[in-house]
């Protein structure tokens, strides 16, 4: 597993604010770049299923948004 570096690719293909616990803070890439400030409601998430940032960086957590940076 690394830490999925902030590129324009990765900022492109990542799925982050089509996920049930999204924030709303229009921030993507948490995977990458770190925890939301907001606020979580944990409604289920949707890296394990079909995120390519997810597959290609061989992360193995989820939640990103309100645990951190994949590490």
Do not use: H, W
């Amino acid at each position: 597993m690394t830490t999925p570096p902030e590129t324009p690719e990765n900022y492109d293909a990542c799925i982050c604010s089509s996920c049930p616990s999204y924030p709303g803070d229009d921030k993507v890439l948490y995977c990458g770049r770190g925890k939301s400030d907001k606020k979580i409601n944990p409604e289920g998430c949707i890296c394990p299923q079909g995120c390519p940032i997810f597959s290609q960086y061989k992360l193995n957590s989820m939640y990103y948004c309100m645990g951190g940076k994949a590490k």
